[in-house]
């Protein structure tokens, strides 16, 4: 059987032109769909991020409205495959660290932020194992 849709990533000029109210009839939230549109309009030039160090890509990021750590660092790891990206205040990367690590006491973002460093350099690839593996039965 062949699909009969097929549906691609809209770009940031098709983000940029878009209503906030267009995201939210797609299930964002107000705030999130204004944060979405608000990045669209920005100057930043997120191509270019790929040529500056890792802190200077997230400072540039979290001047943005809506644009918190934890989605400069997920920036990292997915837009820019950044090998050391480690999403510390992911709650899914939090839940899967303290039960491999830390018998199941919650660990705070910086207690995750700072068990990362043991998998250098391979903090990205690392989080998406240990997401993976805490996901899946038994």
């Not at 964002?28 to 309009?41: D, I, N, Q, T």
């Not at 919650?106 to 194992?129: K, Q, S, W």
């Amino acid at each position: 059987m062949r699909a009969q849709h097929a549906y691609a990533v809209p770009t940031r000029e098709r983000m940029a032109a878009a209503d906030p109210g267009e995201l939210t009839a797609l299930g964002f939230s107000r705030r999130k769909a204004e944060y979405v549109v608000g990045v669209a309009r920005s100057d930043i030039d997120l191509d270019a991020l790929r040529d500056l160090p890792d802190d200077e890509v997230k400072a540039t990021l979290v001047r943005l409205r809506g644009i918190g750590e934890w989605t400069a660092d997920w920036f990292l790891a997915r837009h820019l495959a950044r090998p050391r990206a480690w999403p510390a205040g992911d709650l899914a990367l939090r839940y899967a660290v303290s039960d491999f690590y830390a018998e199941g006491r919650m660990l705070t973002i910086p207690e995750t932020r700072e068990l990362g460093a043991r998998f250098a350099p391979f903090e990205n690839l690392t989080a998406h194992y240990l997401l993976v593996a805490h996901r899946s039965p038994g």
